[in-house]
């Protein structure tokens, strides 16, 4: 896994904050505020689910918009076989 990719599970999920020191943390903290980055970024996600919602049905974007944006439905894999060209 690359230093990236940590950083972005730190940011998104939390995943191994307790690993960082505190001091640290709050260093980081204070050079890179989150500047609202849970609210910022779920309304950019929901945007895209809005605007594209046939690309969010088999991502974690799925979540996003089963969760915030009314009216979305995702197409099933039981939908998708049943409406399929074929007699059987």
Known sequence: MSFCHSGVQVDVS??????????????????????????????CLCGIVRRKP?????????????RFVSGYQAVSSVDRLNDAPFES
């Open 14 to 43: 939390g995943n191994r904050y307790d690993a960082i020191e505190p001091s640290l943390m709050e260093q980081i903290l204070q050079a890179y505020p989150r500047l609202s980055f849970k609210e910022n970024l779920t309304n």
């Open 54 to 66: 046939t690309t969010t049905f088999d991502n974690f974007m799925h979540d996003f918009g089963e």
